[in-house]
């Protein structure tokens, strides 16, 4: 059996018995039946639960005269993606903030939990980002074919028809290739960091530790920004109007 988080602990003990009924009952024989939740599953909802209750509180403290600094920081992380999603996509992104910033936090806070003593980042498992990689791929097409209907397969037959054959399957593998791309890049960078991380806890657990810990929030906020700055390029790429 592997190695349990606190969290992952609890939560097999109170849920191990219906997870895996369900997980049988959907044909999905698991591989350790009295431990079926992963660290990486618990850490997700962990982070979820917390995201929920963090809009919670921060809808129910909206004002318009007095705004707290809760408000200003994400008012201040929703401008961010905002001007952003203008200078690449145009004046209609408004409606893909939302999506975006709820992303961008998910990333994020499932990043910088790892820096947690008795955490770790599930980001740093290839199933989690894979997860936000199709979820932005599903939302990028859906809203290409929204914004353009059927004439947004168009997008994948190139702008010469005659070259349609050869430019399909080329499409094709180009966006396949976008979800391997976000994948690999958030789970390979979110691995090393917390590989070295705790390497260095290990040998020199006084002082040391504390720089790369500093290195990991960096890469922490540096993949979030990038897997956001790519969803909104494959974003415009679907909604893009031509002139």
């Known amino acids: 059996m592997p190695e349990q988080l606190w969290f992952t602990a609890i939560l097999n003990h109170l849920f191990a018995g219906p997870v895996t009924s369900l997980l049988l009952a959907l044909d999905i024989k698991p591989k350790y039946p009295t431990a079926p939740i992963p660290n990486s599953f618990a850490m997700e909802l962990l982070v979820f639960a917390f995201l929920l209750a963090l809009f919670l509180l921060v809808r ?9 600094a809760l408000q200003h920081t994400f008012e201040g992380v929703e401008g961010f993606i905002q001007g952003q999603s203008d200078e690449i996509i145009g004046h209609h992104s408004e409606g893909y903030t939302a999506f975006l910033a709820v992303l961008a936090l998910f990333i994020l806070f499932c990043n910088l939990i790892g820096v947690i003593p008795g955490f770790e980042s599930p980001t740093a498992v290839a199933v ?11 939302y990028y097409n859906a809203q290409g074919f929204k914004h353009a209907g059927v004439g947004y397969l168009k997008h994948f037959a190139g702008p010469v028809l005659t070259l349609s054959p050869l430019m399909i399957p080329i499409e094709i593998i180009s966006h396949l290739a976008r979800v391997l791309s976000l994948t690999i890049r958030l789970t390979a960078n979110m691995l090393a960091g917390d590989l070295v991380t ?4 290990s040998l020199v657990p006084i002082g040391v530790p504390i720089i790369f810990m500093g290195l990991h929030i960096g890469v922490s906020l540096l993949q979030t920004y990038i897997f956001i700055l790519l969803t909104t390029v494959y974003l415009q790429g679907a909604v893009s109007e031509e002139h």
Request: with cysteine; proline share 8%; glycine share 8%.
């Open 128 to 138: 989690v980002p894979l997860g936000c990689a199709l979820c932005a791929f599903v």
């Open 60 to 68: 129910s403290q909206l004002s318009v005269d007095r705004p707290g």
């Open 198 to 201: 705790l390497v260095f806890i």
